[in-house]
């Protein structure tokens, strides 16, 4: 018998309008982090180099101060890496989607209790909301 895939939650912070944070911003926060480049990150996550940079200047935009700080390549190679903003933004996110997880574990429990089995008829359920 095949297990049951997992059941999760994907926050997305809503600030104002086109102001936000969600899963892949987070994401690619982390790869940044993780790798010390925002085209690394991105191409880690298929993700054109264009988008990463559009998403980090976006991010950058969106709080006091940036969220992460790059340098251009050189001799010495460019990269960049998290600000202190940038970690503790990250950080925050990551606790409420911990915490999320735990408070909603018994009604996410609940509702997948109630999906339909798969070949049951009940149609696609990888499509939208």
Same mark, same amino acid.
């Given at each position: 018998?095949?297990? @049951?895939?997992?059941?999760s939650? %994907?926050?997305?912070? &809503?600030?104002?309008p086109g102001?936000?944070? #969600?899963p892949?911003?987070?994401?690619?926060?982390e790869?940044?982090d993780?790798?010390?480049?925002?085209?690394? +990150?991105?191409?880690?996550? #298929?993700?054109?180099?264009?988008r990463?940079?559009?998403?980090v200047?976006?991010?950058?935009?969106?709080?006091?101060?940036?969220? $992460?700080?790059?340098?251009? #390549?050189? $001799?010495?190679?460019?990269? +960049?890496r998290?600000?202190?903003?940038g970690?503790? &933004?990250?950080?925050?996110? %990551?606790?409420?989607? /911990? %915490?999320?997880? &735990?408070?909603?574990?018994?009604d996410l429990? @609940?509702?997948?209790?109630?999906? %339909?089995?798969? #070949?049951?008829?009940?149609? /696609?359920?990888?499509?939208g909301?």
């Amino acid at each position: 018998m095949t297990p @049951a895939p997992s059941t999760s939650l %994907r926050l997305r912070i &809503v600030f104002g309008p086109g102001a936000m944070l #969600g899963p892949g911003k987070a994401d690619l926060l982390e790869g940044i982090d993780r790798a010390g480049s925002i085209s690394a +990150a991105g191409r880690a996550m #298929g993700m054109s180099y264009k988008r990463a940079w559009s998403l980090v200047e976006e991010m950058n935009r969106l709080f006091h101060a940036p969220l $992460v700080a790059s340098s251009r #390549g050189g $001799v010495q190679g460019g990269g +960049a890496r998290l600000t202190e903003t940038g970690q503790a &933004v990250l950080a925050h996110y %990551r606790r409420i989607e /911990d %915490r999320l997880a &735990v408070a909603g574990a018994d009604d996410l429990a @609940a509702l997948r209790a109630m999906l %339909r089995a798969p #070949g049951d008829g009940g149609g /696609d359920m990888s499509g939208g909301e």
